[in-house]
């Protein structure tokens, strides 16, 4: 079973409104989770990581993530979203001590 | 500090040639991966290298991938023959250590014809 889904291929929002790529996650223990964004021709860049504590986590870029234990969830957000964020995002989980990397979401942020 | 870097950035062979990628990490980083990241898909792990020794390569075709990291430092992942699946960025990315945030080169897009 895959450890780690983005339930969407694609994410389309105009610049300004509020940006959400979902992930949900599938692993045995406390997750150890993370986001990364990848830019075109450019190798995966960190966002930010869910490791313990606040369910809440701030990262690079204006970028935060929920996470949601009950819902096995750790949504990506952004409150106010740039052209400059349209890219492909990935969510990634520590399983069997490997990160395990979701399909990636492509989110276009139009003018 | 320096990034994890790699050559070469793209690459095209036929199919059953020889082809090779190098990486160097970010100096003091003891974990060095290479994933495989197929068009419209995720990174995969291949190998994982804990200094110079393999902690994990159960999902490296090895009868036709190699890879090494001799010294504990740079490393060379090797396919040999190449088939027209193994089109895919290969990345490399290295860590302080075992688990920890993983840092990753640009890539090297390989396009076997």
């Known amino acids: 079973a895959q450890s780690v889904a983005q339930p969407e291929d694609q994410v389309n929002v105009a610049e300004g409104n509020p940006l959400t790529v979902k992930c949900t996650y599938s692993v045995s223990g406390n997750p150890y989770l993370f986001w990364y964004v990848q830019y075109p021709n450019r190798g995966l860049q960190f966002l930010l990581k869910?490791?313990?504590?606040?369910?809440l986590v701030k990262g690079s870029y204006g970028f935060e993530a929920e996470f949601n234990k009950s819902q096995t969830s750790f949504h990506l957000k952004k409150p106010s979203a740039l052209v400059s964020d349209s890219a492909l995002y990935f969510c990634a989980v520590i399983d069997d001590y490997k990160l395990s990397f979701g399909a990636g979401t492509t989110v276009t942020v139009r003018a | 500090e320096a990034g994890v870097a790699q050559s070469p950035r793209y690459k095209i062979i036929e199919k059953r040639q020889s082809v090779a990628f190098w990486c160097n990490p970010i100096?003091?980083?003891?974990?060095l991966y290479w994933y495989q990241q197929i068009l419209g898909q995720g990174p995969k792990l291949l190998i994982q290298?804990?200094?110079?020794?393999?902690?994990?390569d159960s999902q490296l075709p090895k009868d036709r991938f190699s890879a090494e990291r001799l010294k504990g430092v740079d490393s060379t992942l090797k396919i040999q023959p190449a088939k027209l699946e193994d089109s895919a960025v290969y990345l490399c990315a290295s860590s302080l250590l075992a688990g920890a945030e993983q840092f990753f080169g640009p890539g090297t897009r390989l396009t076997v014809l």
């Open positions: 290298f804990q200094n110079n020794g393999v902690v994990d």
């Open positions: 100096s003091g980083h003891a974990t």
């Open positions: 869910y490791i313990t504590g606040d369910n």
